[in-house]
């Protein structure tokens, strides 16, 4: 329904209510140069292209609306709103996608790995030197960050059977651990409850 | 092994259902004892995990003494993350460089007077040869590479950058005494001379920030504060590093410390895609 | 916790150092690095540029291209199967893993219907409609783990993971949608701000119209006479027991379709939504209902 412009029939707009002064060839045009009742589209006329489609005459300034106050279809519209905050994770009988909620007994630990704002635990694999360096760093740590290094470092020797690298940074507490460890932590921390 | 140890977990799991408190925004209980200091406990919607909340004391400035009105809870996720020092930096840095335009100008060959003419024919004069008087290379030419005027040094920084910076900030003012919190910005006198007094009494340092929920601050403290050029007051949402930093005490009133505690915790807690994506300019 | 507690430590040695302010701070050591032209031994000589010619001049050749020889990527036939791929409708993939573990944290609500809009508002998947992404591809990793009754609408979808989606009860159904409606459906708010009407779906073009129409892909077009019965021969195919629909609590739910023209669950097209007033401006004339009936 909108006013189409195009270049090939631009002079074409001149003509527009001058019938009489069209020339007898004026189908070369490629306009149809009839003013009637064009903003009706159901009475629709396939035009093999918008160059070809008349321009619109007659155009409705306003057409009427029902204002519906408190609709019932609100509903639909909420639902599509973002969320204000991350949802909290509701206790539910099973997860299948194998993710855990933290425990309350963790919170006594001398130590604590808090969860991401997504729900998740902040143990993440960075990889340098195209792939030639995996550190698998442990972040968001707080309490005594010494002790947790000390169990990480004899879990790993454990689980790994070898001596595992780590690295310590208080102030921003986090802990690097040399190699591809991810999985490995994860379970240590579903363990532990963080 | 292990997978025989989380599945046991994960069967535990089973019977502990975990109990949460979730509360609908900050609904706080307030218990007063016999000698009249209430003493806050707060329900956040975000209650803290492992930290412990801060105790700060709710202070007034209706006397030139000091009184304490009751204790008050402050999230540690907000008022006690670690300091960060260069977070803290680069906040100040950023505020002071977004604003920047350089105007520093000088003129090129082309815009210095004259110099349209060669001086001397190329050769035969045994002389170097050159093409205007106004080449960089002579005295009194242009200048090459100098600084050109309206060069903007504008950037954003990251937002959870700029969120660190205030809770580093809040934090380090809070660790270092250098945060009050008052229940209230009434005073008695309009004086000026009242708010030095208090000011010099309570050893708060001579520049104070008052920080403030709404825009309009009772009269008295407006009055007083109009010829103090180093007592400002600012609503809560012109808070800012450079500022916290450049006076030497922050003080703010109970509502004001909520909000800010508010408004950080929702940022740390919700999606925040939108705010992350790079900063383009007709972004409005 | 005590003294070794990180944060407790940092701000109690913050405590007995002079008060922060503008003049005290700074970055950490080594963090900006300047950079300076090297003299003499400290990479001095040619300054890292090498000897002569476009290593030196800074003017690289573009790529390919061989100094006048005919160069290889012309000198070998071409590799057809590639042609036009930057025209091609992508579908951004998100696995049956991925879709559980969101439905797991809350992010999801399957009491209620799924679509693109609920997952983009969940903020753990993203698509680009401007890059010539058409919608979701629901892939089938984690197909075994799957245990949601949903009802979904997504754009691409495989038969394994059709029959995990079913067996657990839930329907599926694949839908095409345009870019202008896939930049509503990722971000309704800020379409709802502008106070415009919401438009008509556009119909699949031509080569995915057969796609659509399958039953056996679950298209939005198809027959639901023919859907019911291909839910029934995919049971058998992968020998699991069709859940019936008729019989189950969330049935309502279950059922709940978008017309072929319909963007929003809900919402038909030509409404206004205002979000202010919490109203919705449905239009009367009769114009605008046969323009916007489907």
Known sequence: ?194 | MTSFLINAFKRLHLSIVPNRIISSGYATAVTTSADAISVTQKEWKFPPVYTKPREVWIESLATVEEIKLGLFELHPLVYAAVPRIDIIHRNVVWQKKYRWVSWAQTKTRAEVRGGGRKPWPQKGLGRARHGSIRSPLWRGGGIAHGPRSGKTHFFMLPFHLRIHGLTSTLSAKLAQDDLHIVKDLEIPSDEPEYLIDLIENRNWGPSVLIVDDTDIAPRNITVATETLPHVNIMPVYGLNVYSMLKHDTLLLTLSAAEKIEERILHHLHSITNEQQAEFKLNQI | MGSRQITEKSLSMIRSLPRISLGNIRDNPGSKITQKRGRGQHRGDKHGAGNKGSGQRQNYMRLGYETGNNPFYLRVPSEPYYRGHHHRRQYPPLSLLELQSLIDKDRLDVTKPIDIASIIKSGLYNMFPDQKQFGIHLTDEGLDIFAAKINIEVQWASEQVIAAIEKNGGVITTAYYDPHSLFLLKNPKKFFETGQAIPRRMIPPPDVIEYYTNPKTRGYLADPEKISHERLRLAQKYGYELPELENDVSYNMLIERKDPRQIFFGLEPGWVINLKDKCILKPRDEELLRFYSS
């Open chain 1, 1 to 194: 329904m909108a006013t189409v412009w195009r270049s090939q029939c631009a002079f074409t707009r001149f003509f527009i209510g001058k019938i009489a002064q069209i020339p007898n060839n004026s189908s070369d045009l490629g306009t149809k140069l009839s003013l009637g009742p064009l903003s009706v589209p159901w009475v629709s006329r396939n035009y093999s292209n918008y160059a070809h489609s008349p321009f619109v005459s007659k155009v409705k300034e306003q057409y009427e609306f029902d204002v519906v106050k408190n609709p019932p279809e609100w509903a639909y519209v909420e639902r599509l709103l973002p969320f204000d905050t991350i949802p909290a994770v509701s206790p539910k009988e099973k997860y299948p996608s194998g993710w855990i909620p933290p425990r309350e007994e963790a919170r006594n630990l001398p130590f604590f790995v808090s969860r991401t704002k997504n729900h998740e635990l902040p143990i993440y694999l960075n990889v340098t030197f195209r792939g030639m360096r995996k550190i698998t760093q442990i972040r968001k740590i707080d309490g005594d960050i010494w002790l947790l290094n000390d169990e990480i470092k004899a879990y790993l020797k454990e689980a790994a059977k070898r001596y595992v690298e780590t690295r310590v940074h208080e102030l921003g507490k986090f802990i690097e651990v040399k190699g591809d460890y991810v999985n490995v932590l994860r379970d240590w921390a579903y363990i532990k409850g963080f």
